[in-house]
């Protein structure tokens, strides 16, 4: 499939990703041009027609709804149609790699780091003297192939331990405190093993093994051993990965399996759901939540521990459906 270098139609978007493909069939023509020669240009007071269009293989299932509403927009503005296909949960690769067969295969579409590039830089476009890559404001942002810039990071994520402040000085503990491994795993062992004095299941939330948790130990926190060798070898290849690091990622994947709301034994059948649905039981049994949601949200929850909402016609529905269940 023949790649293109001027597909960049989503570039006045203002969220452009981070790759590009090829073109969806060979009449079609770029929408925009970075520049285009003054004889070329269009007189003041004539809008020039929208040509191409693009089509977008979106990541992430839970912001189609927002992809849409933006290529609709995008439409509306320029005239360019913008094709928004959303891969399920999981299929991202399965699903690229499927879209690349066709012949309207993806315009844009996004790769996973330096590894994924390596087998989908013959279907990326130069970008390095693009408008979207004089937008970037970290040029390490942006991923090379033979000295081209053919990738964007158009998102980043922040990473770090998200911890229970009132269950950490509960425990009797403070977070500036626990600026080591050892400190971390000392106070994660004894919140283990006080859990049923603390009221909790565990020190970490259940740690899983499929597709809807593993990323924290394929993705999440397996990204820190691979980026500080490659940090300090100066490296980006990933065939040249000795294992520095593989020790520490060890000691903290071991915390989530010692220090866990579930049994090592049960990781194989444990999912993100059951993390999430502890939280749903604090929800509805610690008091400062039900405080929360009856105060500051003035619902009613239908649960043991729920607390008396202020609304007066709500105090006398409650008290109507009691009557009710006697």
């Given at each position: 499939?023949k790649?293109?270098l001027a ?10 990703l ?5 073109s969806a ?10 520049a285009a020669p ?5 007189p ?5 027609a ?17 992809w849409?509403?933006?290529?609709a ?11 928004v ?6 299929q991202?690769?399965t699903?690229l ?5 066709k012949?309207?295969?993806?315009t844009?579409f ?5 590894t994924?590039l390596?087998?989908?830089k013959?279907?990326?476009a130069d ?10 404001i ?5 991923l090379?192939?033979?000295g081209?810039?053919v990738c964007i990071d158009?998102v980043q ?5 998200i911890?229970?402040?009132q269950l950490l000085?509960?425990?009797g ?5 626990i600026n080591?491994f050892?400190k971390?795993k ?8 006080r859990?049923?004095e ?7 939330t259940s740690?899983g093994?499929?597709s809807?948790?593993n990323w924290?130990?394929?993705t999440?926190?397996?990204?820190m ?8 070898e100066?490296e980006?290849?990933?065939?040249a ?5 593989l020790?520490?990622?060890k ?9 866990s ?11 993100g759901?059951d993390a999430?649905?502890?939280?749903l ?9 039900t405080?929360a949601?009856a105060?500051d949200m003035?619902l ?6 729920a607390?008396?909402?202020?609304n007066p ?10 009557k009710?269940?006697?």
């Amino acid at each position: 499939m023949k790649k293109i270098l001027a597909m960049l139609l989503a570039l006045c978007m203002v969220f452009a990703l981070c790759a590009c493909g090829q073109s969806a069939a060979p009449a079609e023509q770029p929408a925009q041009q970075d520049a285009a020669p003054a004889e070329d240009a269009a007189p003041a007071d004539e809008t020039p027609a929208a040509e191409g269009s693009v089509y977008y293989l979106n990541f992430k299932p839970e912001q189609d709804e927002q992809w849409q509403a933006l290529a609709a927009s995008y439409t509306e503005q320029t005239g360019v149609p913008v094709t928004v296909v959303t891969a399920a949960s999981g299929q991202y690769e399965t699903t690229l790699m499927s879209e690349m067969e066709k012949s309207e295969a993806p315009t844009l579409f996004q790769v996973n780091g330096p590894t994924g590039l390596k087998n989908w830089k013959d279907y990326c476009a130069d970008l390095s003297d693009t408008k979207l890559r004089g937008e970037l404001i970290d040029d390490s942002l942006a991923l090379q192939s033979d000295g081209k810039d053919v990738c964007i990071d158009w998102v980043q994520e922040s990473f770090g331990i998200i911890y229970n402040k009132q269950l950490l000085e509960k425990a009797g503990y403070k977070a500036e405190d626990i600026n080591s491994f050892d400190k971390l795993k000392a106070c994660a062992d004894d919140i283990q093993a006080r859990k049923a004095e603390l009221g909790v299941e565990g020190a970490f939330t259940s740690a899983g093994m499929d597709s809807s948790s593993n990323w924290r130990y394929t993705t999440h926190l397996a990204n820190m051993p691979i980026h500080y060798e490659f940090k300090d070898e100066n490296e980006d290849d990933t065939d040249a990965i000795k294992g520095t690091y593989l020790p520490q990622y060890k000691q903290i994947f071991d915390l989530y399996l010692t220090d866990s709301t579930c049994d090592p034994s049960q990781v194989a059948s444990k999912t993100g759901d059951d993390a999430v649905n502890e939280f749903l039981n604090w929800v509805v049994t610690d008091d400062e939540a039900t405080k929360a949601i009856a105060e500051d949200m003035g619902l009613t929850m239908p649960f043991k521990s729920a607390k008396e909402v202020a609304n007066p016609l709500a105090k006398i529905a409650k008290e109507y459906e009691k009557k009710r269940r006697d």
